[in-house]
């Protein structure tokens, strides 16, 4: 078939491409243009298609796990565990997903701490910075030899 502008969707020969508006007048659904298949197919390619068509291929068994399989891994469930929801776990792909996750957390956490600690310093020689140049003004402002050496410049 001939490719569109997607990479991932290909058209049947001879089915045009994406519909394109004249200028002239706003399409009428324009709420659906950007949906995924109002936008993309005309009219006859949608009824062509397959899963937009018929439930069953939208939910149909290839869709679904088989009863008593590991949401994880996939596989059939060793010694499995159920989710309240009613979800199929085995207990070694959990343990092993809820570490990693464990970890993947620990070093965000540590990476944020990090963060915080470096913006708290950041701050701290801002506002330092900020006092000191306030306390040089006063001393300029209160210092007696201060006008004398801006009148011995001027002349």
């Not at 949401?71 to 060793?78: F, R, Y």
């Not at 600690?117 to 001393?139: G, P």
Request: proline letters at 6%; charged letters at 30%.
């Amino acid at each position: 078939g001939r490719t569109t502008w997607a990479a991932h969707c290909t058209l049947p020969a001879g089915a045009r491409g994406p519909r394109r508006s004249s200028g002239a007048m706003p399409q009428r659904h324009a709420k659906n243009n950007g949906s995924s298949t109002y936008g993309v197919f005309s009219y006859h390619e949608r009824r062509q298609c397959e899963f937009v068509n018929k439930q069953e291929a939208r939910l149909g068994v290839d869709a679904q796990l088989p009863f008593g399989y590991c949401g994880l891994s996939l596989q059939p469930a060793v010694d499995p565990v159920v989710t309240p929801s009613g979800r199929i776990y085995s207990r070694e792909c959990l343990l092993e997903h809820m570490a990693s996750k464990a970890a993947d957390l620990k070093r965000r956490r540590e990476a944020w701490e990090a963060e915080e600690r470096r913006a708290e310093r950041d701050a701290a020689r801002d506002a330092k910075r900020h006092e000191d140049a306030a306390r040089e003004a006063e001393l300029r402002a209160n210092d007696p030899v201060q006008p004398l050496l801006a009148a011995s410049a001027a002349a």
